[in-house]
Structures are given as structure tokens and as C-alpha cells.
């Protein structure tokens, strides 16, 4: 029996929405795109602004946006996929939002993130903080190639 597999993903510009589907296609993933409950405007994004929305909840480390809407089921999924852009060389808050409101124990957890430039180190260690009870797998940037790399984190 195929395993489930479960591509949980935040995406504020929709360039990590794409590597998510591409992903899900590759692997016959489910999809789940994490909503914030507000969206985020372009002003919100604006990271040059030091008072926009992305810059204050990135400032305060116990910032927890909320999400809309919620998986259906997540005890079925035992591999779940958790993508994200980085900003501040971190995962979004609300991706903490996301990996605090599931049990994720004994689960197989594989970050992946876009970035403009930054690695994900540093949004790995902090995943693990976030989320330690998971079994976490090492995570990629995924600004191309995603489908494969998605294939080889599932059968591998």
C-alpha cells in the first residue's frame, strides 16, 4: 500500500505554490496550502519597510499568524512535505503556526523552501525546534528541479 503523502505549503508571491504542485504531482501527493486567515497584502510583504506585517511578526519570534482552514485527516499522511519562501533566513511564522497545530510524532517531516538567495539551514534548525517530536529529513531550496528532488526524498 502506497504511503500518504501530504505537501503543506506557504506561499506569499506563488513561486513556492508552483515547486508544491509540481511536487505533488511527481510523488501523487495531496496538497494543503497554508492560508493566512488575513492575507498577506504586497504592503505586508514589503521587507524594506520596517513596520510592514512580514517585518513585525518576523521581528517577534512568539508571532503566531493564524491559518484559515485546516487538513482533513492529517493522522492518514505519515510523510508530509513542508514548503515556505525564506525570509529572514528563516521559515514564515506562519509555517510555526502550521507545524504547532498538528502532532507530528513518528511522522516523516521534509522541509523545502524558494529563496532569492539565502540557504535553509537556518530554517531547518529552527523547524526542529519548533517541531521536535517529528522525524525530520534534510530539506532542499527547490528554486528548480522539484519534482525530482521530491521523488528521491519519497523513495529514498
Request: glycine share 8%.
Amino acid at each position: 500500500m502506497m504511503s500518504k503523502t501530504l505537501i503543506a505549503y506557504f506561499s506569499a508571491s506563488g513561486v513556492t505554490a508552483r515547486a508544491a504542485k509540481e511536487m505533488a504531482e511527481a510523488v501523487g501527493a495531496d496538497l494543503y496550502e497554508i492560508c493566512p486567515e488575513q492575507p498577506y497584502t504586497s504592503a505586508d510583504l514589503d521587507w524594506m519597510d520596517k513596520k510592514s506585517r512580514s517585518t513585525a511578526e518576523m521581528n517577534d519570534p512568539d508571532c503566531r499568524p493564524a491559518i484559515a482552514g485546516t487538513v482533513q485527516n492529517m493522522e492518514q499522511y505519515e510523510t508530509v512535505f513542508v514548503g515556505f519562501p525564506i525570509w529572514w533566513y528563516v521559515e514564515p511564522r506562519i509555517v510555526d503556526t502550521f507545524l504547532e497545530s498538528y502532532d507530528f510524532s513518528g511522522k516523516t517531516l521534509i522541509p523545502f523552501a524558494t529563496s532569492g538567495g539565502s540557504g535553509i539551514g537556518q530554517a531547518e534548525k529552527s523547524l526542529r525546534e519548533h517541531c521536535p517530536k517529528a522525524s525530520w529529513k534534510p530539506g532542499k531550496l527547490v528554486n528548480s528541479g522539484a519534482a525530482e528532488w521530491a521523488k528521491r526524498a519519497v523513495n529514498g
